[in-house]
């Protein structure tokens, strides 16, 4: 067999990608390998466990948010309309393509009570979406009502994703963001 050439980024991502839709539990480092194109042992020279590529999973997707959906609450060239505007297109742009739903919200649910390090990698997700929708509505809302409508957003916007894979539509999705937009 031909020894093909796989970095640690195709890695996470066919690995994000099976987590996502068999589950944490439900995927093996054999399973890892095969979607990869790669024999299980060659995985090894990437990461030591699947621990490890769970909890890199996690970083990488957080990292994505960071830098293309969170950044948008911090931009000063936008009024607090066009940021949350903006903010909802590229939430709605990643998790409409993105089949399986939200990692983070999957883990959580599978996991984060029996790993101290994904629970503490997905409560810094969380928390980073918070602050960033805080700093949007903060222009209208005090500190409190803001915090208290982050934290309304990120639930809805989670539950909505469970909801969407379940029945196999955006409906109550797409309303999420739209309420949203509404608060400013």
Do not use: P
Not at 50 to 69: P, Q, R, S, V, W
């Amino acid at each position: 067999m031909a020894v093909k050439k796989t970095s640690k980024e195709d890695i996470l991502q066919n690995s994000i990608k099976l987590f996502k839709q068999n589950g944490y539990y439900n995927t093996s480092m054999a399973n890892i390998a095969s979607e990869c194109g790669l024999i299980k042992g060659s995985i090894y020279h990437h990461f030591k466990s699947k621990d490890e590529i769970g909890l890199e999973a996690l970083k990488f997707i957080h990292k994505y948010f960071e830098e293309n959906i969170f950044k948008i609450a911090y931009k000063t060239n936008l009024d607090a309309k066009e940021k949350i505007k903006l903010f909802v297109k590229k939430t709605d742009e990643y998790f409409l393509n993105s089949e399986g739903g939200c990692l983070l919200g999957n883990l959580a649910l599978e996991l984060s009570n029996e790993n101290v390090l994904f629970n503490d990698e997905i409560r810094l997700y969380f928390s980073a979406w918070e602050k960033a929708l805080v700093n949007i509505l903060k222009d209208k809302y005090n500190e409190s009502e803001s915090l208290e409508l982050a934290k309304e957003y990120v639930a809805l916007t989670q539950g909505s994703i469970m909801m969407m894979q379940l029945y196999s539509s955006t409906d109550s999705y797409l309303k999420v963001g739209k309420k949203l937009t509404s608060l400013l």
